[in-house]
């Protein structure tokens, strides 16, 4: 976990020097859904609550860029620190596709769950103005939270956000 942080930050250091990089701050609502397989049968579940974080935006070309975002995310019994990583394309003025992994580490995972978590999140933004951006994506949850879990035992989080972003 240590190193992933460590890559994260050399990444965001290095292209720091870009030019039109942007930071900004972005909150907003959160809904997680759970899928649970026990001795093969399943269950889901939902509930929502809300995240907060900071975010930069690395100009690559006219029509990508690299989002990296630091969030966190409180929804009923799971709170985590997540670590989007996408690319941003510019598909018209204002409105972008996101794609890219999602890093998460639940805090205070229980007994028999694992706290790394990870997926792949898609979603559009909109600018609304040159400091205002609105974003909405799905991420899916990957990861097996079940220590020692196989395909009939398994937990995945997946997740719905939506949030108002403020650059600088």
């Known amino acids: 976990m240590k190193k992933l942080l460590f890559a994260a930050f050399l990444l965001t250091a290095t292209l720091s020097n870009a030019q039109d ?23 889901n579940g939902s ?29 009923g019994d799971v709170n985590q620190i997540q670590l989007p990583l996408h690319l941003k394309y510019t598909i018209a003025e204002g409105f972008g596709l996101l794609a890219g992994p ?30 205002l951006v609105v974003d909405a994506r799905y991420n899916l949850g990957l990861a097996n939270l079940v220590e020692g879990g196989d395909s009939d035992n398994s937990l995945k989080i997946s997740g719905f956000y939506v949030g108002l972003g403020y650059k600088f």
Do not use: C, H, R
């Not at 609502?29 to 049968?41: D, N, Q, W, Y």
């Open 21 to 43: 990089m942007k930071f900004g701050v972005k909150a907003g609502f959160a809904s997680l859904s759970s899928k649970v397989k026990v001795a093969g049968i399943s269950a």
């Open 102 to 131: 999602n890093l998460g580490f639940i805090t205070g995972a229980e007994d028999g769950m694992k706290s790394f978590n990870y997926g792949v999140d898609f979603g559009a933004s909109y600018d609304i103005s040159e400091m």
């Open 47 to 75: 509930d929502s609550g809300f995240f907060i974080g900071a975010f930069a935006e690395m100009p690559l070309s006219e029509t990508f860029a690299f989002k990296p975002e630091l969030l966190y995310v409180a929804v």
